[in-house]
């Protein structure tokens, strides 16, 4: 199904099973047909005993492909409808309801961002050279040859073009915020004891840079080292082996996991391993450089996945100034998203957030009180200066003249 010009062109294609629609709104009124049908067909199944489609034939895959232009709310709106009975799109323009993959070089997804991220990493893409893809579009009809190259442009450079087939590739995450410490793979979830964690998160640390192996054994261990005989080659080789059990491989596979080239130093395989901390440190990164509603979406993920502190338990002293800096990271995204929500009550949860992670930071106690005060919320006004005052009580300072000045303002103004 195809909406528009794109449609247009292959109306008349002898393609069995294709349905060229002649504007958007007909290829979304089609799929919200699909959409009646096929629940009804499941219903009906439930209804007489018969098998539905997960115990007899499985449904037909029905793929939309369109430029949504100013449909855009309405196909996310029978594309989620459809996604449980086989349903999907592929679409030709920018999609702000869609996901972003990382995919390295092997076509593994990496990571991924957005509405269909969560069950997408770790499966496995075909990459399709350019030329292949361009041939592939042309020889279904999709769009024609002479559109595909007006498209890319003068001076563009080749690109891969990404095909999700749902593979079986290996690919792991490592979690290291919120005191999880485990390892996550296609053959499930791995704890990691306190040795393991505590390499991989010096690994983590220098992600894809080398270290040499007195530096990883002065940081997990501290100056001198582990006082057990080999224990370095003993935790290296265990986490290794842990590593290719998540992944399902053969546990001989541990060094491209852990790479060691021309032993000059230890490096984690990026394009294999993911942490979580990259994943959020990626994103405010994101955050930085965006605008609009990019900008919000990154900042709202990056503190999505902030569960808890970084390292939380580790004792060495390098941890606790990189566990401070991802805390206030997090701590200024969950400032700004204040400042973009135009819910208050949502702005509020944002702050009283943020005033967890720092208590006694005078700028969010002021914000935390004007926005209590324009909900109507006094009482909470009363508690956020006493619980700031408190705070400050136990380091030892006081309020600061403009915040105690801002709270008198607002108290009485609502006893005027």
């Known amino acids: 199904m195809l909406g528009d010009a794109t449609g247009t062109q292959v109306a008349q294609a002898p393609l069995p099973g294709l349905h060229a629609a002649a504007s958007v709104a007909e290829a979304l009124n089609f799929i919200g047909g699909e959409v009646v049908g096929r629940t009804a067909t499941m219903q009906d199944s439930d ?5 539905g489609p997960d115990e007899g034939a499985a449904l037909v895959p029905l793929v939309c492909v369109l430029d949504p232009v100013e449909q855009a709310t309405r196909t996310e709106y029978e594309l989620r409808r459809g996604a449980s009975l086989a349903i999907g799109g592929l679409l030709l323009s920018d999609w702000p309801h869609g996901t972003t993959l990382a995919v390295d070089s092997s076509g593994v997804i990496m990571d991924a961002t957005g509405k269909a991220a969560e069950t997408m990493t770790g499966t496995q893409a075909t990459l399709l050279a350019e030329a292949d893809a361009r041939k592939q579009l042309v020889a279904l009809g999709l769009v024609g040859d002479a559109r595909l ?35 996550e793979g296609r053959s499930g979830t791995i704890s990691l004891p306190p040795d393991h964690r505590a390499l991989l998160a010096v690994l983590a640390e220098y992600r894809g840079r080398l270290i040499d192996k007195a530096t990883i054994e002065n940081k997990v261990w501290g100056p001198g080292g582990s006082p057990k005989v080999n224990r370095f080659d003993v935790v290296m080789k265990e986490t290794r082996t842990k590593l290719c059990e998540a992944m399902g491989l053969a ?43 990019d900008k919000y979406t990154a900042l709202a993920e990056a503190v999505e996945k902030y569960t808890g502190p970084y390292l939380a338990d580790f004792q060495q002293d390098w941890a606790r100034p990189e566990a401070r800096g991802l805390a206030r990271g997090v701590f200024g995204a969950l400032v700004q998203l204040a400042g973009l929500e135009t819910d208050l009550e949502r702005a509020a949860l944002r702050l009283d957030h943020a005033a967890e992670l720092d208590p006694v930071d005078s700028l969010v106690c002021r914000r935390r009180m004007q926005t209590y005060a324009e909900l109507g919320r006094i009482a ?34 609502a006893e005027a």
């Not at 001076?155 to 290996?170: C, D, I, K, L, Q």
């Not at 996991?257 to 990026?270: C, D």
């Not at 705070?391 to 108290?411: C, F, I, N, S």
């Open 149 to 183: 190259a007006a498209n890319r442009g003068p001076g563009t450079a080749p690109m891969a073009t990404v095909r999700a087939t749902g593979g079986h590739a290996p690919s792991v995450l490592i979690r290291l915020i919120g005191g999880q410490y485990v390892i």
């Open 380 to 413: 909470d006004v009363r508690i956020c200066y006493q619980q700031f005052t408190e705070h400050l009580k136990q380091r030892g300072t006081k309020v600061d003249a403009q915040t105690t000045a801002l709270y008198r303002e607002l108290v009485d103004m």
């Open 251 to 293: 546990t001989n596979q541990g060094t491209r996991l852990i790479e060691n080239p021309r032993h000059a130093g230890y490096r984690v395989n990026a394009e294999l391993i993911g942490y979580d901390v990259w994943q959020l440190r990626d994103l405010l990164g994101r955050a930085r450089t965006a605008h609009a509603d």
């Open 47 to 51: 209804d007489d005993g018969s098998p």
